[in-house]
């Protein structure tokens, strides 16, 4: 039986409000509502900086049992110190997330595209030393990685290989743990607004499914977060993949528009 964790990147978006929140809506209630349409999300913030407990208290208080939340590492960490004397910050970034407990996902690694294999012994050696008690994914956005010497380097410490829907990088990735992290990107900026889907991807999310088909008798759970560069507005795209998967949906709660005739 695989568990299926479904959701956005991110979920503070000024355009969703009227199209996914209800207007008037405080923002400090959006964590809280979003977790009654999904049962997941990416948190982007945490990319910028380790969060403040108070606030990841709020996303664990906010949230109902089952809910899991997954964390981007930050980039002093991956991207400003490609993972070179960062063992300090990354403890501190870990002590801090665990406060979700068993709402906690996996912590995901994104290397920009400057990070090439060469990198290899850095994250060798920066794997090693992970609390393999938590879950955590890499992401690549350099094409070198893309061997299977990533697939054993990673399989051997079971870190999950994020498969990833982004301009220069193949989709497919190989298996290493008993998780697979999808994330679909789409191209940065081609949107002006982003409250509804803006071209159509369901042949895109057709090809993911057959995929995640393809792996999902080596798995125990699958992640999928949608980002709103993808389709123009990621809400509705989650849905059409749980859609395409069977499982079953739930619109947000908005007020129905009067009709004159």
């Known amino acids: 039986m695989v568990d299926y964790y479904i959701g956005t990147m991110g979920f503070s978006y000024k355009d969703w409000v009227g199209a996914f929140y209800p207007k008037g809506l ?52 991956t991207h400003d110190a490609g993972l070179v004397n960062v063992d300090n910050e990354m403890l501190r970034f870990i002590d801090t ?24 012994i850095h994250l060798s050696a920066f794997l090693e030393r992970l609390n393999m008690d938590l879950r955590f994914a890499v992401e690549f956005r350099h094409r070198s990685w893309y061997t299977s010497q990533t697939t054993e380097l990673l399989a051997k410490h079971n870190i999950c290989w994020v498969a990833t829907e982004f301009e220069g990088v193949p989709k497919e990735v190989g298996l290493t743990s008993d998780i697979l992290f999808i994330r679909l990107v789409g191209k940065h900026g081609r949107f002006n607004s982003h409250d509804r889907e803006q071209i159509e991807v369901s042949p895109q999310l057709e090809w993911w499914w057959q995929w995640i088909r393809s792996q999902a008798e080596m798995v125990q759970s699958v992640y999928a977060f949608i980002n709103d560069d993808f389709s123009g ?27 004159l005739f």
């Open 26 to 77: 405080a923002a400090r209630d959006y964590l809280s509502y979003y977790s009654r349409i999904f049962n997941a999300v990416e948190i982007d913030s945490t990319f910028y900086g380790t969060p403040r407990r108070e606030a990841v208290n709020r996303w664990e208080e906010g949230t109902p049992k089952g809910f899991k939340v997954c964390v981007k590492v930050p980039r002093e960490i």
């Open 233 to 259: 507005y990621a809400p509705a795209s989650v849905n059409k993949l749980k859609g395409i998967i069977g499982l079953p949906t739930v619109e947000p709660d908005l007020p129905k528009q009067m009709k």
């Open 97 to 120: 997330v665990q406060i979700l407990d068993d709402k906690l996902g996996v912590i995901l690694l994104q290397f920009p595209p400057s990070f090439a294999s060469s990198n290899a």
